[in-house]
């Protein structure tokens, strides 16, 4: 099924696991499953693209305007700031349809750590701590007399070890033995049982917190060529954002799911970061504007977060510009008002006193063509201008195929221009 579509599904016999995982307000936040009295299981997509397996079934929910699979994976990729995708021959070469977009990522993984066992794992030392029969390393005097006071057939020793059983290789070695057990596609599980056969021979595939793993890992010299395989690891661990719910219940499959509310807004992030490059305009991403809603004397109310902030100089003074993300459909119909008047709130929230200029925000929304930016105007009860917004619909196809191409910087010119306002744009009161 596409994301935001809803099916019926007959003719299905649910486990207690898989009824217990539908009414899951984990799930539901991604995915509405409902068991009907006929029989038949109802299930609603929303933003989120992937897979969920139940003991009965496989709900695979495919990406509808960024492309298919292989594009939420250059989104990803570009989103991350990483190099471009450097195995889009060898996805493209696979028969058929491909595999969906979980096998994808077991793929890449698979393809990154057997590059790394080309290369040669990488070895550190490692402090460890043992008994053994001739001194190594040094002595620990009080475990010594504690443990084994007067004996001295065995030592109590700490020691430096150059080892491969080391984080980087764990973190690889623990998604590579999840994807050879668990992917669909058979010619990947075998690939992955290959490399982790290579793997466990100088680091044993162990559980592995991924969440501790990336906060523990730093990125140097040694290691750079690891960063790859270890974000395509972590991403495969973390089953998309399911890994607690498939902790907790019965399904022998993985659940795996990408939300693209916020994959399309990292996206437009970076899109917009390399756009004003060299312009003197700092793009921000969700700048906390914590003064802006608060009581009269002065205790904060709440806390209103725009997605991105532009802004050029400091202080009380500088230029400010907020840029709301919508991973929404609004090329051909109008704006939610929800969402007109949060971008009005965060103009407002920006402007300073003693300006000329008319507060304003933007709001870049995701399209399946070109489209021309468009002004919405909040007028006061006398008519004057309040506030005002500037939508533009992004071509995300053509931003996608452009990735890594000289095409991508007339892109960049075009969305730069639209949303500084330099290039004037019909005006469209509602």
Not at 144 to 149: A, G, I, M, T, V
Not at 157 to 175: G, K, T
Request: charged content about 25%.
């Amino acid at each position: 099924m596409d994301e935001y579509q809803t099916i019926r599904v007959p003719g299905l016999r649910p486990s207690p696991a898989d009824r217990d995982l539908a009414v899951s307000p984990e799930l539901r936040k991604r995915v509405e499953l409902r068991w009907l009295a006929d029989g038949d299981l109802e299930i609603t997509a929303s933003s989120h693209v992937g897979v969920v397996s139940l003991d009965c079934a496989s709900i695979h929910i495919r990406p509808k305007l960024v492309g298919r699979e292989l594009a939420v994976l250059r989104m990803l990729d570009y989103a991350s700031g990483l190099p471009a995708l450097r195995h889009l021959e060898t996805i493209r070469d696979l028969p058929g349809t491909g595999p969906h977009l979980r096998d994808l990522v077991c793929l890449l993984l698979t393809v990154e750590c057997e590059a790394l066992l080309r290369h040669g794992l990488r070895r550190d030392y490692v402090r460890r701590e043992d008994s053994l029969p001739a001194l190594r390393g040094r002595l620990l005097h009080d475990r010594q007399l504690l443990r084994r006071f007067g004996q001295l057939d065995r030592l109590e020793c700490r020691f430096d070890e150059f080892d491969a059983n080391i984080l980087d290789n764990q973190l690889c070695a623990a998604a590579l033995n999840l994807a050879a057990r668990t992917s669909a596609d058979e010619t990947i599980r075998a690939r992955a049982r290959r490399a982790v056969t290579e793997f466990s021979g100088l680091c044993p595939a162990a559980v592995v917190d991924h969440q501790l793993a990336a906060q523990a890992l730093t990125y140097h010299r040694h290691n750079e060529h690891y960063r790859q395989a270890h974000r395509w690891a972590s991403l495969l661990l973390g089953h998309g954002g399911l890994a607690d719910l498939y902790e907790t219940s019965g399904p022998s499959g993985q659940g795996f799911l990408l939300d693209l509310n916020s994959l399309f807004e990292a996206f437009v992030t970076r899109l917009l970061e390399e756009a004003f490059h060299g312009t003197g305009i700092a793009v921000r991403a969700q700048p906390a504007l914590k003064r802006s809603v608060a009581y009269r004397d002065g205790r904060r109310y709440t806390t209103i977060t725009p997605d991105i902030q532009l802004t050029q100089g400091h202080g009380q003074t500088a230029w400010r510009r907020p840029v709301d993300v919508k991973y929404k459909l609004y090329t051909d119909r109008k704006i939610k008002p929800a969402d007109l008047y949060q971008s009005f709130a965060y103009a407002t929230a920006l402007s300073h006193m003693g300006s000329n200029e008319t507060p304003t925000a933007y709001i870049l929304y995701a399209s399946d063509r070109d489209t021309t930016p468009e002004e919405v105007i909040l007028h006061r009860y006398d008519g004057s201008t309040a506030a005002q917004i500037t939508a533009l619909g992004l071509n995300v196809p053509s931003l996608i195929a452009a990735l890594g191409t000289p095409q991508l910087m007339p892109a960049l010119t075009g969305i730069r221009t639209a949303v500084t306002s330099g290039k004037p744009a019909p005006r469209i009161t509602r």
